[in-house]
Each structure stands twice: as structure tokens, then as C-alpha cells.
């Protein structure tokens, strides 16, 4: 449905056409943009988890630039990827679950990397299970990944069901 408002200074035309009011162009994979207040409560779920993950990297990283440099530079990246995310979830943008999703479960997998067959450089940390900054950000990470896989499984198969 199309209706158009006339002004004396402007026209307004506004469409309820889905296809016209989405603007990422992940309709195929995602479905139409639709933001339910359950989804808006992921969506802050996932901030703070992002947010809280990005903030626990950032004061670890000064420290892994003298011992690891390459993890330093992987600690600002994930950063970086976190505040991206955050970005695209306050705007309302699913690609916000799937980069924040990737990221933390990135992370999460280096993290035990370095707790079991160590990495490069970094073989000091093998069985050190019970740094508390590192348990605090595998639940903040798991937290994300969580979230996001079940947001955008929700949206994938409620794709599936109208096609």
C-alpha cells in the first residue's frame, strides 16, 4: 500500500511494501526486517555481552602486546569487531548477531586453544583454568553466542515457514 502526503512545502510518499521497506538486502537469508520486543531484549542482552567482552580485552591488551604482539593485535581486532556489532544491534541490524556471534565464538575457541595445546609463542597459559578475567569472559562470550545463534536460527526458520 502506497499513500502519499502533500504539504505546502514537501510530498511524502510512504510504502508498507516489505519488499521496499528493508534496507540490508539479507532478506533470502534473514527474512524481513522485524524487530519484536523479544528481539529487542536480545538485542541488549547481546550489547552488554559485547560491550563487557570488548572491555575485558582492551585492559588485557597492553599486556599481551609484550609478551604475544600478534595477540595484541587479535585482542584489538575482536575489539574493534565488538564495537562494530554493538553498532549494527543499536541500529536494529541483524548482522550485528551474526558478526557479534563469529566474533565471540572466535574467541572463545582461542581462549581454549591457549588452555590446552597453547599457541605460537604463547604456551604459558596450557591448563591455567582458573584466571578469573578469562572465566568471566568465556560467560560473557557464551552469553553472545548463544544469543545470536538462537536469534538468527529463530529468524532463519521463521523464513523457512513462510516460504
Not at 540490508?24 to 523479544?38: N, T
Not at 584489538?76 to 566474533?103: E, H
Not at 578469573?132 to 568465556?138: A, E, P, V, Y
Request: aromatic content about 8%; proline content about 2%; glycine content about 12%.
Amino acid at each position: 500500500m502506497t499513500t502519499t502526503t502533500t504539504t505546502s512545502t514537501s510530498t511524502h510518499i510512504h510504502t508498507d511494501d516489505a519488499a521496499s521497506t528493508s534496507t540490508d538486502g539479507l532478506e533470502s537469508w534473514f527474512g524481513p526486517h522485524v524487530r519484536s520486543p523479544l528481539v529487542r531484549v536480545a538485542e541488549v542482552v547481546a550489547i552488554f555481552g559485547l560491550g563487557a567482552t570488548a572491555y575485558i580485552h582492551l585492559t588485557e591488551m597492553s599486556d599481551k602486546f609484550s609478551e604475544v604482539p600478534y595477540l595484541g593485535v587479535g585482542y584489538g581486532l575482536m575489539s574493534i569487531a565488538c564495537v562494530v556489532s554493538i553498532y549494527l544491534l543499536v541500529r536494529g541490524d541483524r548482522r550485528g548477531f551474526a558478526l557479534g556471534g563469529a566474533t565471540c565464538l572466535a574467541t572463545f575457541a582461542g581462549f581454549v586453544l591457549t588452555r590446552t595445546v597453547g599457541l605460537p609463542g604463547s604456551m604459558d597459559d596450557i591448563g591455567n583454568w582458573s584466571e578469573s578475567i578469562g572465566t568471566w569472559s568465556l560467560v560473557f562470550e557464551g552469553l553472545v553466542i548463544v544469543v545470536a545463534a538462537t536469534v538468527l536460527g529463530l529468524q532463519r526458520r521463521q523464513v523457512s515457514a513462510t516460504a
